[in-house]
DNA sequence: ATTAAATAGCTAGACTATCTAATTACTAGA
DNA sequence: TCTAGTAATTAGATAGTCTAGCTATTTAAT
C-alpha cells in the first residue's frame, strides 16, 4: 500500500491503528494460505496451531478456543485423526475426558510449514533495538487487552 | 511456551513476536464477535468492512479480498442484499460489471459495532510518544510485509 | 448407598457457505 | 467481423457447523 509514514510530521494514531488493521488483514491472509499449504481448513490448521503451543487440550475445549460447539470440536478432531495428525488419548484422572494429542509427523509437518514465517516475524524482531522492543511490546499487549475487552458477551 | 531466560533484562525478539501473535488471536476471537453481533457470518461482515474502507468494488473483487471464488462472492452479495446491507449498481462504463455498494443504514449500522473497538485501539495508539508511534508503525509495516511475501504463491 | 445434577464426548439430521463447471452477456484485439 | 478474454451468474456437489438429544462418568446432596 502506499501509505507510507511522514517523516517531520507526527504520526496521528489513527494512522498507527490503520497499520495494525493492514497486520490483521494480512494475517487472515496469510492464515488461509498456510492451511491450503497444509491441505487444512482454516479452523482446523488453526487448532494445530493450538495444540502445539498450548498444553493439552480435549475436544471441546480445543472446540471452544475455535468459537464452535462441541459437537464441532468432535468433527474436527475426526478429521484430525483421520489424516493422522492427532490421536485421542484418554485423560490420566478423569475417565469422563480425552487429550487431543498432536502425532509426532504432524508437528513437523506443521512446523515445517509456519516455521519460515515465525522466522520472518522473529528477524523483523532483531531488527528493533531492546528499548524499541519494548515500546512495541507494551502496544501490542495493549491491543490485545482492548480486544480482549471487546470479548464474547451479552 | 514457559518464561524464557532473558538475558540481561533485554527483551527477546521472539518474545515480541509471541506478543504479536496474541494480537492475531485476539484479533480472530473479536472478528467473530462483531460478526455474531451484526447477525452475519465471518466473511460477511468482513466484505462489509471492506466495502466500507475501500473504494467500489464488483461482487468477484470484493471475493477475491477473502480469498473465494466469483460463483461465492455471488452468494456473499445475494446475502448481504437480502439483507438489506448492500445494493448492486451498474458499472459507470463496463456494462459486464457491477458495483457493491454499502447501503445507508448498514454503514451506520456497521460504524455502530466497529467504532467502541477503533476508538479503543486509537486511545491506545495515543497513549504513545509521537516517536514511539513511529517505532510502532515501523514495525506493523515490516510485519505486513513479511506477512504478505507469503501470500498465495505456489 | 442412592439419587440428582453437571460435565465430556458423541451421533443424527438439517442448514450454510464454499467449491467446480458450465452459461450468459459484454469488451477488446486481430 | 471473428475470436479470445472477462464479469457475473447458475447448478450441483461437498465440507463444516449448528441444534437437539444420547451415553457414560463425575460430583454433590441427601
Redesign the pocket.
Known sequence: MEEEIQEGNSLQAHELSWALREVTRANAEITRELARRLG?????MTAMDHLLQGGP???????NL??????????????LEAVGHVE?RP?P????????EPTRHAVEEVLGVIRPLVAGLDAVAEELSPDERRVVARYLERVSEVMGSYGPGD
Open positions: 487444512l481448513g482454516v479452523n482446523d487440550l480435549g475436544p471441546a475445549e480445543l472446540g475455535l468459537g464452535m460447539r462441541s459437537a464441532s470440536a468432535t468433527a474436527l478432531v475426526d478429521r485421542r485423560h484422572t478423569d475417565r469422563r475426558r480425552l487429550v487431543v
